[in-house]
């Protein structure tokens, strides 16, 4: 409980991936469980321009990435979540915006990876960064091996 004496946020983060739709069920479940908001992050960033210069303008990443953490929620909790659910779509690398966001958390839930280029590792760099840099407890959801 905060100092206010409602509930602090259970953080998720969500990228689209199989692994943080598995992250968000979980985290919905544990803030029914504890009547906990339920806060699913996703963060974006601009393509890499590889040092040429690249007209972005007509795209928006912020209106994409808000669709894929709505279908996102939507897939998962459906169209009536059991629980309170305020998502944010944030840009910045995703460490970084997650670890910000899970300040003031009671708890912060990664994927064990998401759509990094090294999906087959055990823990991504996303999930390794919030494991050593958050403010709060993390739990980091493995997928289980095929």
């Given amino acids: 409980m905060s100092a206010e004496g409602g509930s602090r946020p259970v953080v998720v983060g969500v990228d689209g991936s199989a692994s943080s739709k598995r992250a968000l069920r979980w985290a919905a479940r544990q803030a029914e469980l504890t009547g906990a908001p339920l ?45 309170e659910v305020t998502p944010r779509v944030v840009q910045g690398h995703p460490a970084a915006v997650l670890t910000e966001e899970a300040r003031g958390a009671d708890l912060l839930v990664v994927g064990s990876h998401g759509r990094g280029a090294f999906t087959g590792m055990l823990l991504g760099s996303v999930g390794n960064h919030c494991v050593h840099h958050a403010a709060c407890p993390v739990l980091v959801l493995r997928t289980p091996l095929s």
Avoid: H, I, N
């Fill in 39 to 83: 806060r699913p992050v996703l963060a974006w960033q601009l393509p890499p321009a590889y040092g040429m210069p690249v007209d972005f303008s007509d795209t928006d990443f912020a209106g994409q990435a808000r669709r894929v953490l709505e279908d996102s929620v939507t897939e998962v909790l459906g169209e009536r979540p059991r629980v």
